[in-house]
């Protein structure tokens, strides 16, 4: 083989390789415009509904019946906040629940949902949530909604 055809492929090898021909240049700007459109979609994932969430009202009333000796609608309505303010512990990686025992959240829930009646439980969990990250020392870095 003379040096010439040796030259033309590793030439060619060397475009391969590294990307400098014109069509790789298109696929690596095409590849950075994938990747930056799938960083802002995931950016604005961020915000979310809850869907099904039901109002202080239920709460405090379920709570009554607690009182009352008819604990099992209460208990669904604690397990559903603590599952929810876990869920949140997760997704933000600020455990503001360690140390904490569900009496303290339930009482804290009972304060504010008989000053916001109307507001529904996913809102008042994630008032309930930052209370407790103010209260232990944790940064909100806006992770919470």
Same mark, same amino acid.
């Given at each position: 083989?003379?040096?010439?055809?040796?030259?033309?492929?590793?030439?060619?090898?060397?475009?391969?390789?590294?990307?400098?021909?014109?069509?790789?240049? *298109?696929?690596?700007?095409?590849?950075?415009? $994938?990747?930056? &459109?799938?960083?802002?979609?995931?950016? /604005? =994932?961020?915000?979310? %509904?809850?869907?099904?969430?039901?109002?202080?009202?239920?709460?405090?009333?379920?709570?009554?019946?607690?009182?009352?000796?008819?604990?099992?609608?209460?208990?669904?309505?604690?397990? *559903?906040?603590?599952?929810?303010?876990?869920? $949140?512990?997760? &997704?933000?990686?600020?455990?503001?629940? /360690? =140390?904490?025992?569900? %009496?303290?959240?339930?009482?804290?829930?009972?304060?504010?949902?008989?000053?916001?009646?109307?507001?529904?439980?996913?809102?008042?969990?994630?008032?309930?949530?930052?209370?407790?990250?103010?209260?232990?020392?944790?940064?909100?870095?806006?992770?919470?909604?």
């Amino acid at each position: 083989m003379n040096s010439r055809r040796l030259r033309r492929r590793f030439e060619s090898a060397r475009l391969s390789l590294f990307g400098t021909c014109r069509r790789c240049a *298109w696929q690596r700007r095409l590849w950075h415009i $994938l990747t930056l &459109g799938c960083l802002l979609i995931s950016q /604005a =994932g961020l915000a979310y %509904e809850s869907r099904g969430a039901r109002t202080c009202v239920g709460w405090q009333q379920y709570r009554q019946d607690e009182r009352a000796g008819y604990p099992l609608n209460s208990e669904t309505y604690q397990t *559903w906040l603590i599952g929810y303010l876990s869920g $949140l512990v997760a &997704g933000s990686g600020m455990d503001f629940l /360690a =140390g904490t025992d569900n %009496e303290l959240v339930f009482q804290m829930m009972d304060a504010y949902c008989s000053a916001n009646p109307l507001m529904n439980l996913a809102s008042a969990g994630t008032y309930v949530a930052r209370d407790l990250m103010q209260r232990k020392g944790i940064v909100n870095r806006g992770t919470l909604p």
